[in-house]
């Protein structure tokens, strides 16, 4: 019997559409795959990013606040450099006025000393400074930059301290939404971000002037550089015999002067010139009768009522003798009789105070003082939910459908973390020894960032201790 072979024309076709469904489901299914594995992979990118890019704007803060503080120290130093020029032109001006009194004469002071003294004793201006250097802009200056240090500069300070935390949220959301953009600007539904870890508001704290690493050490460190503002001692002793009753003593020629810190953390400045000329008489012996040629004292008080100046010293000695009223003055300490006392208590008596100088400030330094190694970590963890691709887009229908209805356990919540920590770290010739001389604070602009791995569990993210 004869079979009609049309008959049997489409039997394979059921087959055939079996092997293409699953081929199919198949392609599907790796195309899902791959599309979580990129959406995976983008996540832990991001996530990367985030982290240290908050690390980043720590540091960003940190070394503001760094170069902010470092601008504090450089006013500091101005105003000592102003509070002892202030000074210099009022030396000038008493030194002018005794000169012009012959009391003591200039040329006497060139004869025992040497002539560059005597020139230097006639050769003061008075104090008749115009412009900048005038005593009145001086002053003016000094205030400006007591304003800027507390009303700029301070304030400042703290602001960007309180805002850094904020900032560097809002820096990490713009990093997040940043990397799920599309090449047209096109924004998407970005990634869930929870900070799960922030050591950052106990890394820093307010600081004292006072503290060891405080502004008061190194304004003093840093003015002592210049020489301008170190002590201004000089004692000169003629080259004969004065006094046979006291051949080893002589008639001296004393300079004293100061920069100083008081307690308020204001400076001031002292500056003298004394002649000592050797006296004796049949009572008291040898002793140095007190001649002031030139004296000043600007700003802060160092000096101490009855213990280093006389409170009404006496304009001449033509009522009293002056070893009568040194005999007096037994309150006086010893170092003040070494000293100018005389013309220190002119100094006082002619002080100037300017008005409305409120000290150092107080600054943002490192919790606990200093730090072997301080840091501030933090981590985050990004939340993708499933049935987004790797660009934050909603996938297709037919693949919307795939994963609904055959690949529901494979589109499960994603989720990716990185930590990442602000540390400081000197930039020296890289030996040990150099890097270990530098102590981390706020004053160097020194903070960097960098990721670190995730803590296990034995460990925490501030410092690796158990």
């Known amino acids: 019997m004869r079979v009609d072979a049309g008959r049997q024309c489409g039997q394979a076709l059921g087959l055939g559409l079996v092997v293409l469904s699953v081929l199919l489901l198949a392609w599907a299914g790796a195309a899902l795959t791959s599309r979580m594995a990129a959406t995976g992979l983008r996540l832990g990118q991001t996530a990367d990013a985030v982290a240290y890019s908050g690390a980043l704007m720590q540091a960003r803060q940190l070394n503001l606040l760094a170069y902010i503080q470092r601008a504090q120290l450089a006013h500091q130093v101005a105003m000592a450099h102003l509070t002892t020029l202030v000074a210099w032109q009022q030396l000038a001006a008493t030194q002018r006025r005794r000169r012009l009194l012959g009391n003591p004469p200039a040329f006497l002071i060139g004869k025992l000393f040497g002539p560059q003294f005597g020139l230097a004793y006639g050769a003061g201006r008075g104090g008749q400074a115009s412009g900048s250097y005038s005593v009145a802009s001086l002053q003016a200056s000094l205030k400006q930059h007591d304003s800027v240090v507390h009303q700029i500069l301070a304030q400042v300070a703290q602001q960007q301290w309180s805002a850094t935390t904020a900032l ?44 060891p690493q405080g502004l008061r050490r190194l ?29 080893n003593r002589r008639h001296q020629l004393r300079r004293r002067g100061r920069t100083f810190l008081d307690e308020q953390g204001r400076w001031g400045a002292y500056d003298t010139l004394s002649f000592h000329a050797l006296r004796s008489n049949r009572w008291i012996g040898c002793y140095l009768r007190e001649y002031p040629m030139g004296w000043a004292a600007n700003g802060a008080r160092v000096w101490r009522q009855g213990r280093d100046y006389v409170a009404k010293p006496p304009e001449d000695f033509a009522l009293l003798d002056y070893w009568q009223w040194f005999q ?23 002080a100037t105070r300017p008005g409305g100088m409120r000290g150092l400030p107080e600054g943002v330094g490192l919790a606990g003082g200093r730090q072997a190694e301080p840091r501030a970590t933090l981590a985050v963890v990004l939340r993708n939910q499933g049935g987004y691709s790797d660009l934050g887009l909603p996938p297709a229908g037919w693949l919307r459908f795939a994963r609904q209805n055959w690949f529901a356990d494979g589109f499960q919540e994603q989720s990716s973390r990185a930590a990442a920590e602000t540390y400081f770290s000197a930039p020296l010739a890289g030996r040990k020894a150099d890097r270990s001389a530098v102590v981390a604070s706020l004053w160097q602009p020194y903070w960097q960032a960098r990721l670190i791995p995730w803590p296990t569990p034995q460990k925490t993210l501030s410092g690796g201790q158990p």
């Open 168 to 211: 560097r949220d809002a820096h990490m959301a713009r990093i997040l939404q940043a990397n799920y953009r599309l090449p047209d600007g096109t924004e998407t539904k970005v990634p869930e971000m929870m900070l799960l870890h922030d050591s950052f508001p106990r890394l820093l704290t307010s600081q004292s002037p006072d503290h």
């Open 219 to 247: 304004a003093l460190a840093a003015a002592g550089r210049y020489p301008f503002l170190r002590a201004r001692d000089m004692t000169r002793s003629n080259a004969w015999i004065v006094q046979l009753r006291c051949p």
């Open 328 to 350: 007096q003055q037994s309150g006086l300490l010893a170092g003040a009789w070494r000293n100018n006392p005389l013309a220190n208590s002119y100094a006082q008596r002619d």
